[in-house]
């Protein structure tokens, strides 16, 4: 993927466990959630995935822009949104569905508050058009707008980044302290504001893609000086020193009232709290270094279904956001005891390789047409033309 | 690429959505589970006390106790067969029963739909205003049909618990209330967390009411997908009769220590 070398397969493999890890965070009330990466650091899945999200669609569409010119990438780029932008609407039909359902059905009054989430089937011409928008974001439809803004801003942003990254790098760091600042954040419908807030997540995003463009250049001489190589490790393992114990204690059911208060206040998702934001580039330049491009344990059997899975991000994400709410209707369908927690969490992981399995064979068969490749997840094919 | 690795993506989905569809109407099924006189109270439940030490000090000096449930629609109780077989109704007369010689009130000042928000606007005049001993406070319904941001609820429970408690009134939190055909469509988790977790940093005791009806529903005890009508009615009261009992167990251990 970097200059004709192949594919970085690091890539797709901490891409196809972020979305793993998201898909297990995302079940509601899942004990299994405790084994991710949220409970080790300060930052979690979220992170990971939109900073590579922003790294590989600038490697993508950057190695495009170079080739073809900037219109040509930002098609690309915008036609990466529509698949997304279908998916939303897909997720929204289902949501729907499922409302209706539920309305339909029920009719005890003792649950005439709760029925309110029903309130927009009442106003259909408002909310599908809210939908359409990306402004309603009800329960289980809040992670793909922001992937879906954040993606569209690339298509203008691309040619900057190009000539001028350290120029977007300050404007994207002003927006997003001013954020930290005065605290904005977009409303959606009918109530409440996003709750990834796009103009805090977009500085992630933005220095994935910085980093990721720059990568096509020969990287990024600062982050190869032992100075900030040893900060990045000095913060991380601070991090962890922190974190780790923190996590134990709340297992335990031992929380002191004032660390319940610290992790709160610190771990602003929403708004990308400062701290989950220094933690994840700690971590995302040790990992990035010590673990080398060529690493034994990325051709290890067990790494090579999240390598497919990361390989076919786009697909396996928003199988994974319906996942998960199929995943919350089981466990509250039958119950959620333990064994039916890791029998759907295992079922949905298995369901996700499958599919970018399907996929991947798919495409790497002799014969598929190589002509659609454009802005796929097979960025390096792409590119070069094919294998 | 995009349409195609969508199409078969969306045919995956399409198979697991059928699977969905047809795992829901199981419900239809199981009826007549209308929960019984014991109310099945979970072990958990058991040795549950509140920190309360205004209240305490006045029962032991004063031999009253002065309550205001403050809440929504389920303390004002919907779907009930009135305000007397709403909870705060039947905790005063569990809380008599238990406490003989001490003289409870509590007055019910829910009104439906009201979010954390609403409920402080109107704290001076229908809370402090009656000089109450303790508030049992009721919340988060609205927060997660609305789908807000959590941090909201814990922020607004840590403002009006900050409010009373430097008025010398105890508080104690309630969350919100447990049914299948509702969590299919509402995501409750992170507003119970958000409210367990306002207790923990303010040393308030949070009465698990999802948890409790969650219990209900997996044991079997309780099925609200098929109610209607009287059957309904008599349900709903029988639900606020069994909170308002493992309420009163809780606030009667708490006082007696």
Redesign the interface.
């Known amino acids: 993927m970097m200059s004709g070398e192949g594919r970085d397969v690091r890539l797709d493999f901490f891409r196809g466990l972020a979305l793993i890890f998201i898909f297990v965070d995302h079940i509601p009330d899942n004990l299994l959630a405790y084994t991710t990466l949220g409970n080790v650091v300060f930052s979690d899945a979220a992170e990971v995935f939109v900073f590579i999200s922003g790294y590989t669609a600038a490697v993508v569409f950057g190695g495009l822009e170079r080739k073809h010119g900037p219109l040509f990438a930002a098609v690309q780029v915008l036609r990466r949104c529509w698949s997304l932008y279908v998916a939303h609407i897909f997720v929204f039909i289902i949501f729907t569905a499922q409302v209706s359902w539920t309305a339909e059905r029920t009719n005890n009054q003792m649950f005439a508050e709760e029925m309110g989430v029903v309130a927009f089937l009442a106003e259909p011409h408002i909310a599908v058009i809210r939908a359409l928008s990306l402004s309603f974001q009800p329960a289980f439809m809040n992670i793909l707008p922001l992937y879906i803004v954040l993606l569209a801003t690339l298509a203008v942003l691309l040619p900057l980044i190009a000539r001028q990254p350290r120029t977007v790098l300050i404007a994207s760091a002003a927006i997003y302290v001013a954020t930290q600042v005065f605290r904005f954040n977009p409303s959606t419908y009918p109530a409440g504001v996003w709750f990834f807030n796009p103009l805090a997540w977009q500085l992630l995003f933005l220095a994935g893609a910085i980093l990721g463009r720059a990568s096509l250049d020969g990287g990024v001489a600062f982050l190869a000086r032992r100075d900030v190589f040893a900060a990045s490790c000095a913060i991380l393992a601070l991090c962890v020193a922190v974190r780790v114990p923190l996590t134990i204690l709340y297992l335990l059911d031992r929380s002191p009232a004032e660390i319940v208060a610290f992790t709160r206040a610190i771990g602003d998702k929403t708004g990308l709290g400062p701290l989950r934001l220094i933690n994840f580039l700690a971590l995302a330049h040790v990992v990035a270094t010590l673990v080398r491009r060529d690493s034994r344990f990325l051709a290890w059997r067990w790494s090579k279904p999240v390598v497919v899975c990361g390989r076919q991000s786009l697909a396996v994400f928003c199988l994974g956001i319906f996942l998960s709410y199929a995943a919350h209707v089981a466990l509250t369908e039958v119950n959620h005891s333990f064994v039916i927690q890791l029998s759907v969490t295992a079922a949905g992981v298995v369901l996700m390789y499958l599919l970018a399995r399907i996929l991947d064979w798919s495409k790497t068969r002799p014969g598929a047409r190589p002509s659609g490749r454009i802005g796929a997840s097979a960025p390096g094919q792409s590119a070069q033309g094919g294998k | 690429?995009?349409?195609?690795?969508?199409s078969?993506?969306?045919a995956?989905?399409a198979l697991?959505?059928a699977?969905?569809?047809f795992?829901?109407p199981?419900?239809v099924a199981r009826a007549d589970k209308n929960l019984d006189e014991s109310c099945h109270k979970p072990v958990w439940l058991e040795d549950d006390q509140a920190y309360l030490p205004h209240a305490a000090k006045r029962v032991k000096q004063a031999r009253r106790l002065r309550v205001v449930a403050l809440g929504?629609?389920?303390t004002v109780g919907?779907?009930?067969s009135g305000a007397a077989a709403a909870w705060p109704a039947r905790l005063q007369s569990e809380l008599a029963r238990r406490l003989p010689e001490i003289e409870v009130s509590i007055l019910n000042k829910a009104l439906?739909?009201q979010s954390v928000r609403q409920m402080i606007d109107r704290m001076t005049a229908d809370v402090e205003a009656e000089r109450p001993d303790l508030v049992i406070w009721e919340a988060g319904?609205?927060e997660a049909?609305?789908?807000?941001?959590p941090?909201?609820l814990?922020d607004g429970l840590l403002e009006g618990i900050d409010r009373l408690t430097q008025r010398g009134v105890d508080v104690i939190l309630m969350d919100m209330?447990y049914?299948?055909?509702?969590?299919?469509?509402?995501?409750?988790?992170?507003y119970v967390e958000a409210m367990s977790?306002a207790g923990?940093?303010?040393?308030v005791y949070v009465f698990a009411r999802h948890a409790v009806m969650?219990e209900w529903v997996?044991d079997e005890h309780v099925d609200?997908?098929d109610?209607?009508g009287a059957e309904?009615?008599a349900?709903?009261d029988r639900?606020y009769a069994c909170i308002a009992s493992f309420l009163a167990d809780v606030i009667a251990a708490s006082l007696n220590r």
């Open positions: 690429m995009p349409s195609r690795s969508m078969t993506g969306l995956a989905i697991a959505l699977a969905l569809t795992a829901a199981g419900n929504s629609s389920s919907t779907g009930g439906p739909r319904t609205s049909v609305r789908a807000v941001d941090d909201l814990s209330q049914a299948r055909p509702t969590a299919r469509v509402i995501n409750f988790d992170p977790q923990l940093i303010r040393n969650r997996e609200f997908s109610k209607q309904s009615i349900l709903a639900v």
